[in-house]
């Protein structure tokens, strides 16, 4: 079921339960209202019909007559009138029917204020006191006109009620039609967008939550854009990289096919062939380290891992793959207790940084020396990376964490230009900052900041 639908089902029940309960509660009210008027109106015509016949000289007959030729909107009226000793004085109507009216009179309490309904009619009775003496008082009628006006009334309602649900059914519909207007407005705009155009943000008039609704959707398609950007850039620039060792592959078996030769040259051959196929696994080990990175802390394992224990066993790790690595590790200030340099990560994630960033400065250091310094303070457990190498241009360290980008002073450095991406991307992961200081020709120290938790 739609939306607007739903909303039109929901507000048109909504507002038809108010209106029956106020149909109902106008209905119920003037009931009682009507049985406590015709309750009042019957007791004074008892009260008159005993005034008048204590009043001297009124005759019983003529008093009768009155009571039968007045008008009072009461169908039926009963009137007896008792002494002190319950003796009936007057009555408006025969014996006969007297007769049959006395068995329900004599379920009332005459000493006190009571009625009742029995067959449509109502019954009361009450004690009344003139010029000092008792009388009991009976009276009993029915409200005809009293229920022809319920009824009525009844008729109002159920014609108001049928027209009160038309109009609110195509109110709420009008109504649903018309909020729903800027959503409808905004699966259009999105229905236009495709991936040669992802640029496109959405727009709204209004100043509500389809406005943050548009404005969240329009923070994706930013993120999905950058995204495409990226890959684009990544795949172009892969391919590249890759195409590079596979034509020098192709070029030196091309010509060691060409004629017989020694042996000497075809290990010369196979050797630099060797060298191009290594470049190209460390290309796509970079490429499989660079996918697993794209997800999130939320979906890792992850522990507290004291830093400097970690640190040991990555320079472990690195020495025991390149021996002629120089790796120091030193401490800016001693930390009082463990939690100063414990952090919480995923350590498999961890690694992979911190081995790109000590190959990197030991790569590039003359000596092969890489230099690792532990620091903290109140917010962060700090970890730098320094070497003594080359230094990277000030104008390009904004572009050093691109995927495949290499500085133009290294180009000559053998690399694939995918580490520092790694890094950057595991150190958003673990919400860690980095920060790059670099002088040409003295070094670089890259620092990754990690939250204290």
Known sequence: MKIKYRLTINFSLLVVGIILI???SIYVFYLKHRQEDFLIRLRNK????VTLLNTAPFDKKLLKIIDHRSVTNMDDLTVIILDSLKNIEYTN????????????????????NSHLTFKKEIFVSFPYSFKNKKFYLLASAGDLYGEAELQQLLIIILLVFISSLALVIIAGFLNAKQSLKPIKDIIAQVDEIEAANLNIMLTTKNNDEIAELAHTFNKMLERINKAFERERFFVSNASHELRTPVTSIKGQVEVALMKKRNEENYIAVLTSILDDVENMTN???????????NTDLKNLSLQAIQVDEF????????????PEYIINIEFEKTPDKESEITILGNQGLLFIMMNNLIDNACKFSENKKATIRIDFDNNYTIIQVADNGIGIPNEEIEYIFQP????????????????????????????????????????TTISVLFPKK
Not at 46 to 49: D, R
């Open 404 to 443: 495949l980008y290499r500085a133009q002073n290294v180009q000559r450095k053998h690399g694939t230009g995918i580490g520092l991406s790694i890094v950057q991307r595991i150190a958003e992961i673990h919400k860690a900052q980095i920060k790059i200081s670099s002088t040409l020709n003295i070094g």
């Open 93 to 112: 109507q025969d014996l006969n029917k007297i007769s049959k009216s006395i068995p329900v009179f004599k379920k009332l309490d005459w000493d006190k």
């Open 283 to 293: 290309i796509i080990n970079g490429f499989l380290e660079l996918a697993e990175t």
């Open 311 to 322: 640190l040991f066993i990555v320079k472990d790790e690195i020495v025991k793959r390149r």
């Open 46 to 49: 008892a009260i008159n019909s």
């Open 22 to 24: 106020f149909s109902f």
